[in-house]
Structure formats: C-alpha cells, structure tokens
C-alpha cells in the first residue's frame, strides 16, 4: 500500500519562530499534496492543494504568507509555519493523492502536533 | 455552498451492526469515499464510491445513491477497536476533496 511519511511528529516551538513540516510519499510519486488543519474532535480543513512543480492552491482564508508551502519533487512537500503564535497552535495533516493503485484515495501523514509557546 | 452532512456521533454494542449516513451537496462530484481516525491518529481510507450501488470490503461496506445525493457507511459485527472518528469526503473534481465533520463512533462492551 502507499504510505505517507510526516515529519516531526509533535513540535514545540516558541512564538515567532517558524517552523516546518515535511511531507513525503515513500513508495509512490504523488501528483497531488494536501495539507490539512484539524482542532480537536472537529474535522479536517484544507488548507492547500499543492502539485509538483507550481504554485500550492490555498483555500480562503489561509494566508500564504503565513504558510508556506512548497512541492518541490513528486514525493515530497514542505510547509513553514512562518512566525508562529499560539493561536497556530494545532494539529497539521498531510496527504497525498495519485498512487497508481488508487488515484482517487488520499493516503495520510501521521500529523504534526504543533505547540507554539 | 458545498456541504456534507453526517451525524455528530452514533453508539452501538459489540457484535452490532451500525449505519453512519452521509449527505452531500456539492458542485461537483467525482466519487464518496470514507476515512476511519483513531483519537490522536491520521485518518486512514476506508472506501470509495464513485458508481451507485454497494462496495464490500470485510466487515465494512459502503452505499452510494448519487441521485439521492447519499451514501452511508455500514460497520458489521462492531468491536472495540472500531470506536472511532469516520468521515465522509466528496471527491469534487479540481484535485479536492471535501471533508464532513465527521461522527463519532462509540462501541460499548
């Protein structure tokens, strides 16, 4: 199956600090690289669509300059938190489409907690 | 807008059978898929419907109606390790998926 690799796990990180996350597909080329954002017990937001090689799409609302994405390569995208304040505080998801198996099924990064002090 | 509906939470013994419903209103559609998350987890995929009709994978199967605009997931002989979060997500073309907020599945002993 396909499997997606997140990095670091949990974070704590003092305010103003900037912070990043990097997502990887191990055994597939993602075409697709999602990034989510989920508070406790509510479910998943998007934050931005990202593809390999051009600019990350972001939902309304997001503001890009304050997170950074970049999908440099097929399996591998990166977002930077960028001066983080507590209210950034939460749990970061990424995810990844385009498996030949399954192009439609979205595999899961584990998550980064995000604790911004 | 776009929306999915689906209840806030659902509680059923061991061995039972539960129904979770979802409903969808969204500018587009490509399939429905199902995620299954464990409290502190990622979500990990379930199924995925993209024809009516219904898919068996196990002890867990999934529906859709797309003239109905729904579709529901169906959990058999229910264990423990089924208490969970399960989110229905619409697939809507544009490489983005919709998410529903999700129910919260509690299976009592």
Known sequence: GAVV?????????????????????????????????????????????????????????????????????????????????????????CSASGSQEAKNIQYFGAGTRLSVL | GQSLEQPSEVTAVEGAIVQINCTYQTSGFYGLSWYQQHDGGAPTFLSYNALDGLEETGRFSSFLSRSDSYGYLLLQELQMKDSASYFCAVENGGFKT??????RLFVKA
């Not at chain 1, 990887?24 to 479910?43: C, E, H, I, V």
């Not at chain 1, 998943?44 to 051009?54: K, V, Y």
């Not at chain 1, 799409?57 to 591998?76: P, R």
Request: glycine share 6%; hydrophobic share 35%.
């Open chain 1, 5 to 93: 690799s997140q990095h670091p796990s949990w974070v704590i990180c003092k305010s103003g600090t900037s912070v990043k996350i990097e997502c990887r597909s191990l055994d597939f080329q993602a075409t697709t690289m999602f990034w989510y954002r989920q508070f406790p017990k509510q479910s998943l937001m998007l934050m931005a669509t990202s593809n390999e090689g051009s600019k990350a799409t972001y939902e309304q609302g997001v503001e890009k300059d304050k997170f950074l994405i970049n999908h440099a390569s097929l399996t591998l995208s990166t977002l930077t938190v960028t001066s983080a304040h507590p209210e950034d505080s939460s749990f970061y998801i």
């Open chain 2, 98 to 103: 919709i998410f529903g907020a999700g129910t």
